[in-house]
Structure formats: structure tokens, C-alpha cells
């Protein structure tokens, strides 16, 4: 087990896990509306299933938001 | 030195009195230029306060009309603007509000062929659009031409803002390209609570302020986000990336690109 944390909340989570696997465990509906930061880098979308999470890795989901005027 | 009016002086007062505005900060204020992009949900409460504000000149993009539809939040438009063209519309409040300003306003879309154009007759930028394909010209025009920018996005319950001053991350440095079009839910399955506009526009108007006066901390490098829903905020730091394809070490962009644009329209 180890710790993370995701978007600033500590999450326990089991090792090895890349990060396409912790979009997975986090729910998210949309994959391909989010964008990813390991511990404030920016990591490509085809990087998604190669990089592997270490114990106190922080990961940053950001998500487009699109709304304004309309 | 502006020359105030005594009219003025008590209009401006409330800033006139901050210790970090003043009489010189009041004066920025009144000579600086700002561009609004969109003239709604965002727009609307940016123009308003903008303009209560003094801000000398203000620019005004949107090629549409008012809908009874926009209403629910976008408070610059009354029920009696629907079928105006929103500029319009909105240049009527603001003068309204403070007859010192200048509202230019532009009824056309923003694209490849005048977005350098309209920016570069002003010193901040304000994304208030709805769409993504504008939101990455925006952003390129301004990385481009070296313009300070406030990026804005609301969705639901939810909001995300942050600034951009030349040499900090820009929108391509967190979001590479924009999403494919079938992945954005369409606005009429999305919905907004209409008081979240109120919410970021407000920090986006805020953040024009502060870089005109040139106070306090701007949102660069970091990226603010809100739920409504819990009343949480959240700040994610960012930094420039260097294989940001427009601001990195070997930028693969070299002209401004027109999207295709994701259908969003409601059916009627």
C-alpha cells in the first residue's frame, strides 16, 4: 500500500499502478477531457500507461471546462 | 496626470481609499484597455464590474443575440434585450453604470483573421467564451502577440480560472489540444448553475484589475478550480511546459488555428 495524492486529497492506493490505472480507480467519466500532472508535470496522454506511481507521487487531474457566454 | 473631477473623485473613492489603489492606481484604471471575448455568462459580470470600475476603454467581442435562454445568468441582459445583438446590449449597461468609459464593441466571432487584429489595441484579455476552439485561438493570439490573458471555463456546479503573463504556462502548457469534438457534452445535457458565472467572472475582473494597478499575486502558474457544490476551492500549481507546443522550447505552432467546433446547440 501506499500513499498518493490526488488533486490535493490523500489517496491509500496499491502499487504498481500506473496512471491510466488511477484514472480508473478515481471514476472519471470522461478520460479524454482531463489532463494529467505528476507532481506538477504535464504527462502526455500516450505516457498515461508507462509512467508508474511512487509512494507520496502527487497527481493532478485538470479537466476542460468549457462553459461561458453561450 | 488625469485630471479628476470632483464627480470622479467621489465616484472612485472606495479604490481611491485602498492603500495599494489610490489616486495613481485609480489613474491606471482609467487609462487601461481591456478586451472582453464573449458577452455572456463570464462576460456579462466582467463588463459590468470593469465598467464600474473606470476602466478607460473596453472592448467587447460576440457575434450573437440575446436569448431568452441566457437570461439565467447572464445578468448584463434584461428580458427586454432578447433579440439584441448582445454587444449592444451590454455597451447600453455599461454606459449606464459609468458614462466615463469607452466601449468599443465588435459583433463578429473571433477567428484565424482578425484575433491578432482586435487583441493588439489592448493590454488584457478576458476568455469569456463557451467553446474550445475559441478558447485555443485566444489563447495562441495571445501567447503570440505577447499579451497578458485571464482564462475562464465553467461547467455545471463548476468553474476553473487562471492568468497568463508572457513566460508563464499558458493554456496549451496544461491542455495540449482541444478535446475531440464528440467528448464535450453538449451545453443543453451539461446545464450551469447561473451564479457560478457570477463566481468566476467576478475573479476574472478582479485579476484584470490587479494587473492594470499592478498589485498583489496574479493567478499565473496556478490553476484555480471551485465546486459550488461543497463551496471548495482548489489551486493547482503549473508551470510552463517545455514541450508546450505553442510557448515551449521548440513550438510546433506558428499561426493561429480555427477549430472545428463542436455542435452546441439547443434544440428547439
Known amino acids: 500500500m501506499a500513499q ?9 492506493v496499491e502499487l504498481p499502478l500506473n ?19 505528476v507532481n506538477e508535470e504535464f504527462v502526455d496522454r500516450d505516457e498515461w500507461n508507462s509512467i508508474q506511481l511512487k ?16 | 496626470m488625469y485630471d479628476f473631477t470632483e464627480q470622479q473623485i467621489e465616484r472612485y473613492s472606495r479604490h481611491i481609499l485602498l492603500q495599494d489603489v489610490g489616486v495613481e492606481g485609480q489613474e491606471k484604471i482609467l487609462n487601461a484597455k481591456v478586451l472582453v471575448i464573449g458577452a455572456g ?22 457575434a450573437d443575440v440575446v436569448d431568452l435562454s441566457n437570461l439565467q445568468r447572464q445578468v448584463i441582459h434584461f428580458t427586454n434585450d432578447v433579440g ?10 455599461m454606459l449606464a453604470i459609468n458614462p466615463d468609459v469607452k466601449v468599443e464593441t465588435y ?17 488584457f484579455i478576458i476568455d469569456g467564451t463557451d467553446n474550445f476552439p475559441v478558447k485555443f485561438l485566444i489563447n495562441d493570439a495571445c501567447v503570440m502577440a505577447g499579451k497578458p490573458f485571464s482564462h ?7 468553474g476553473q480560472t487562471f492568468t497568463h503573463l508572457p513566460g508563464t504556462a499558458c493554456y496549451r502548457c496544461m491542455f495540449k489540444e482541444p478535446p475531440p469534438p464528440g467528448a464535450v457534452p453538449t451545453c443543453s445535457q451539461a446545464g450551469v448553475l447561473g451564479a457560478i458565472a457570477g463566481m468566476l467572472g467576478t475573479i476574472q475582473a478582479a485579476e484584470a484589475l490587479k494587473y492594470i494597478i499592478g498589485i498583489g499575486e496574479l493567478l499565473t502558474n496556478r490553476l484555480l478550480t471551485f465546486d459550488a457544490k461543497t463551496m471548495k476551492f482548489h489551486t493547482i500549481n503549473t508551470r510552463k ?5 505553442i510557448c515551449g522550447t521548440h513550438p510546433t505552432i506558428d499561426h493561429l488555428i480555427d477549430y472545428e467546433q463542436a455542435a452546441c446547440e439547443l434544440k428547439k
Not at chain 1, 498518493?4 to 491509500?12: D, F, L, M, S
Not at chain 2, 511546459?241 to 507546443?245: A, E, G, Q, S, V
Request: charged residues 20%.
Open chain 1, 4 to 12: 498518493i495524492k490526488v488533486n490535493g486529497e490523500i489517496q491509500v
Open chain 2, 241 to 245: 511546459t517545455d514541450r508546450c507546443p
Open chain 2, 152 to 158: 475562464g471555463g465553467i461547467l455545471r456546479f463548476t
Open chain 2, 84 to 93: 439584441k445583438a448582445k454587444v449592444e446590449s451590454a455597451k447600453e449597461k
Open chain 1, 55 to 70: 509512494e507520496n507521487d502527487e497527481v493532478d487531474f485538470l479537466y476542460f471546462m468549457g462553459g461561458g457566454a453561450i
Open chain 1, 19 to 37: 496512471v491510466s490505472e488511477l484514472i480508473k480507480l478515481n471514476n472519471v467519466e470522461q478520460p479524454e477531457m482531463v489532463s494529467v500532472q
Open chain 2, 107 to 123: 459583433h463578429t466571432y473571433l477567428d484565424s483573421s482578425n484575433a491578432l487584429d482586435i487583441i493588439s489595441n489592448y493590454d
Open chain 2, 41 to 62: 455568462g463570464l462576460g456579462a459580470p466582467v463588463s459590468l464590474y470593469l465598467a464600474a470600475a473606470g476602466v478607460g476603454t473596453i472592448g467587447i467581442v460576440d
